[in-house]
């Protein structure tokens, strides 16, 4: 019996190939022969053969399903070791990443690379994305309706990587990824559950470039996660 993420991510990738479609013109389905034997293959890739960052990267393309598309300069789809025991999540791209395509490039970046450095990792060892890979414009959160259209591509991206543990860097990303309202001063300082994934929710480096007093409180979760991940 096939897995009910498996299928709810076919369900994720089926919506959003409709929404393109519907975006582009289409009114209907192309019935020749080429299409639909392209057809017959979906789905039937997947069941032996695991994603890869590759091929998810490929069916981002030069994304247009919603309105961020408009202003963006860059998808910024996320970099870092494609096996890493630990992923890094953020809420959305900023002007830096957004003109360069890398993630985590700016001041919080930097400060971002101490983190991990601290942990005795490198930007190398992890994997760093975020929820959104659009910039929304002057760095306003994402809206709820952008979040729905993109998420499912970093849900495909974790199940591709297959982390033991997620750091998710603020409100925006933990509420996100764990389908909570609850704040992050609420939800840092222990584990949550992704799918199996141990979350260690905590501050993100741009809070914490305005807050520097935070900066104890994110120590004290590193120190829980580097404690998680000894062998």
Known sequence: MADINDIISVFDEVADYLRFA???????????KASLDTIDTWGKSRVNVPETLEGIRHDLGDCRRCKLCEERHH????????????????????????????PFEGA??????????????????????????CRPPQNRH???EEIRTCISFLKRQLTAIRPEFICALGTGAARALLSTTAPIP??????????????????????????????RDVWEDMKLLMKAMEP
Not at 199 to 210: I, K, Q, S
């Open 22 to 32: 519907s975006d582009a013109g289409f009114k209907g389905f192309d019935c020749d």
């Open 186 to 215: 609420e939800l840092r300082g222990r584990f949550h559950d992704y799918q199996g994934i141990k979350v260690m929710p905590t501050y993100h480096p741009a809070y914490l470039l305005r807050h520097s007093e935070k900066k």
């Open 75 to 102: 998808i910024v789809f996320g970099a870092g070791a494609p096996n890493a025991r630990l992923v890094f999540v953020g809420e959305a791209p900023g002007a830096e990443e957004d003109a360069s395509g890398e």
């Open 142 to 144: 994402p809206e709820p």
């Open 108 to 133: 919080d970046g930097q400060l971002l690379t101490k983190i991990i450095r601290a942990i005795n990792m490198t930007r190398d060892q992890v994997y760093l994305c975020n929820i959104i890979k």
